[in-house]
């Protein structure tokens, strides 16, 4: 399985607005998404489609994230939801 380390890097960290639009972007996907705070067990891993997810998931600015991802086009979705991470959402 495809995965991809990225670093939050808005400043709020997966909050409110980087969140949504993080989730939006997983949920378009023709690939079902999984984050998980690095260095958490695989099983563990939560839908990275789900906003609610997201803000359990509680990652911060300056926190490193494990996407993963399975199927036709899993590295292309990995590598388009690794640059939502890694700007600063908040700025948007």
Do not use: C, W, Y
């Amino acid at each position: 399985m495809p995965e991809r380390t990225s670093v939050i890097a808005s400043s709020s960290g997966l909050h409110a607005r980087p969140a949504a639009i993080f989730a939006d972007a997983a949920a378009g996907l023709d690939v079902e998404v999984t984050i998980a705070l690095a260095g958490t067990p695989e099983d563990e891993a939560l839908d990275a489609s789900s906003i609610l997810s997201l803000m359990t998931l509680g990652a911060g600015n300056g926190d490193t994230v494990v996407l993963r991802a399975e199927g036709p086009g899993a590295e292309a979705a990995l590598e388009k939801l690794a640059v939502l991470l890694e700007t600063d959402l908040d700025a948007q």
